[in-house]
């Protein structure tokens, strides 16, 4: 094992944040948090899994600079409605500090090949999207880090979960239908939002062996309707699939999410998968297990249909 290290996690609270806390701690490294509220439920969680809470912002760069004091590396993650301005924030800051060397950044698959997109065009409701981050891609590989990893996941089974559930999915937690802008056919790859917290752990662990790398991270790929089926074995309930017709997305208002669920049938996601063989990554069944009550009073049901999965 390699010595331990000090690494601050930033949007610790999310996901991706609390999944790289657990997994640099047990890798025996030392996790400080940035939050923005130290008293907040959420904080004082991750407080108790062995994190050190740190008070900053993404906007306060001299937060910033004092949060990076004597840290080894730095896992950069930007909350959806922030763009590559935080990013180089939290870059320039690092870069500031004489003891960071490691910068491990989670962005998302593709990034960066936004030009070949069957869609691409200023018009596109993903367009913003795509540029940011890839900018916040470039502002990490430029920045002149000794060692930099770039996670690049696939799309979040948490965005099965409350509340996001009524984003991605609208009307799931009334009639379980899963609605999609996915072709029957496409199989749609899949990730726990926690287990970037696997490729941090092992990049800061051996950043020699991980530095300079984009890492796809996928467990699973699926079609829609192979997934409602795993859902349905894990709340008890049969839960159905509807396919939008051109004329429903034509209609929508907001297409963002539709059109970010036309655009993963476009564009092949390759062997992700395949690519991710090297870490042990929670499985899409393990993952519904964990989250099945959860699941079971979003959608308002127990004991019904199937039956749940006993854990």
């Known amino acids: 094992m390699s010595s331990p290290k000090k690494i601050l996690v930033t949007a610790a609270t999310g996901y991706q944040g609390t999944g790289t806390i657990h997994h640099c701690l047990v890798a025996g490294h030392n996790v400080h948090a940035l939050v923005r509220d130290l008293s907040c439920e959420k904080a004082k969680r991750i407080q108790l899994m062995g994190a050190k809470l740190v008070k900053g912002d993404f906007n306060d760069t001299d937060s910033l600079r004092v949060a990076m004091r004597g840290m080894d590396g730095v896992f950069l993650n ?104 996915f072709e029957p056919e496409a199989r749609i790859p899949w990730i726990d939002a926690r287990d970037v917290g696997v490729v941090a752990a092992a990049a800061l ?16 790929s699926l079609t829609t309707r192979e997934f409602a089926d795993k859902i349905e074995n894990s709340i008890g309930a049969q839960v159905e699939v509807h396919y939008y017709t051109d004329d429903e997305i034509a209609a929508m208002p907001n297409t963002i999410v539709v059109d ?17 063989r090297e870490f042990s990554l929670n499985s899409v069944d393990n993952f519904l297990r964990e989250y099945k009550n959860l699941l079971q009073s979003a959608v308002g049901t127990v004991h019904e249909g199937k039956g749940p999965v006993t854990d």
């Open 260 to 276: 970010a669920e036309i655009w993963a049938c476009e564009v092949p996601h390759g062997n992700a998968v395949e690519a991710s």
């Open 78 to 181: 930007l909350p959806t409605q922030l763009g590559a301005d935080a990013a180089r924030n939290v870059v320039a800051a690092a870069r500031e500090s004489p003891t960071v060397s490691i910068m491990i950044a989670s962005t998302v698959v593709k990034a960066g090949q936004h030009e070949s997109f069957p869609r691409w065009s200023p018009q596109w409701s993903m367009y913003k999207y795509w540029l940011e981050k890839d900018a916040v891609e470039k502002c990490v590989r430029n920045a002149g880090f000794q060692y930099w990893t770039i996670v690049q996941p696939v799309r979040f089974l948490q965005n099965l979960l409350p509340p996001d559930n009524t984003i991605y999915y609208p009307g799931f937690d009334k009639d379980k239908t899963l609605r999609v802008a």
């Open 205 to 220: 662990s051996q950043p020699e062996k991980y530095t300079g790398r984009h890492i796809d991270l996928a467990v699973e």
